[in-house]
C-alpha cells in the first residue's frame, strides 16, 4: 500500500501564503496547522514564525475556532459538552478558551437536543424491560457526551409517563 507523497515546502513564504489559504479555508486550531506545517517539511523556527504570522494576520484564532467547533458539533452532530471538551482538549485548545466557548451554548437549546436526543433513540429502540431500556438509553446519551445528572431528570420526565 503506497502512501502518497506530500511535496516538501521549503520557501517559508510559500509555506505562509499555502497556510493562510489553509486557515482562510474552515478554521482551525494552532495545533493543527503546526502538524500540517510539519506535515510539508518545514523546521521548528518556520513553523513557529508562520505561526506569529497566522495570528498577526487575523487568520488564526483559537477563541474563535473554540466557538466555533463548539457551535459546529453541538448544531450539526448533537454532541453534549463533555464530548465537545475531549474534542477540544485534543485539539490543544486552552482550558479557559474551552470554558469561554461552552457557556455560549444555550441552556435551553441544550436541554431541548438533549430531550431530542433521548426520544429519537427512544423510538428506535425494542427493548420491553424498563430498567434496561432506561439504561440504554441513558448509555447512549452519555455517548454523545451530555451530563449524567441532566439524563437523569430528561429520562424521569420520560419514562414515568
Not at 502518497?4 to 501564503?17: F, S
Not at 495545533?31 to 487575523?58: F, H, P
Amino acid at each position: 500500500m503506497d502512501t502518497p507523497k506530500v511535496k516538501k515546502i521549503t520557501d517559508e513564504k510559500v509555506a505562509l501564503q499555502k497556510a493562510e489559504h489553509y486557515c482562510a479555508y474552515q478554521e482551525r486550531s494552532q495545533q493543527e496547522v503546526r502538524n500540517k506545517l510539519y506535515e510539508w517539511g518545514l523546521w521548528t523556527s518556520a513553523v513557529e514564525n508562520i505561526i506569529s504570522d497566522l495570528i498577526a494576520g487575523n487568520f488564526l484564532n483559537e477563541e474563535r475556532f473554540a466557538k466555533a467547533y463548539t457551535k459546529g458539533k453541538f448544531n450539526q452532530k448533537g454532541w453534549g459538552r463533555i464530548k465537545i471538551k475531549q474534542g477540544l482538549k485534543l485539539k490543544q485548545v486552552p482550558e479557559v478558551l474551552i470554558k469561554k466557548a461552552l457557556a455560549g451554548i444555550d441552556k435551553s437549546d441544550y436541554f431541548n437536543t438533549l430531550e431530542k436526543t433521548i426520544a429519537k433513540k427512544s423510538a428506535t429502540l425494542t427493548e420491553n424491560d424498563p430498567y434496561k431500556r432506561r439504561y440504554k438509553l441513558q448509555q447512549y446519551a452519555m455517548g454523545r457526551g451530555f451530563e449524567a445528572e441532566l439524563i437523569a431528570e430528561i429520562l424521569k420526565d420520560l419514562l414515568d409517563k
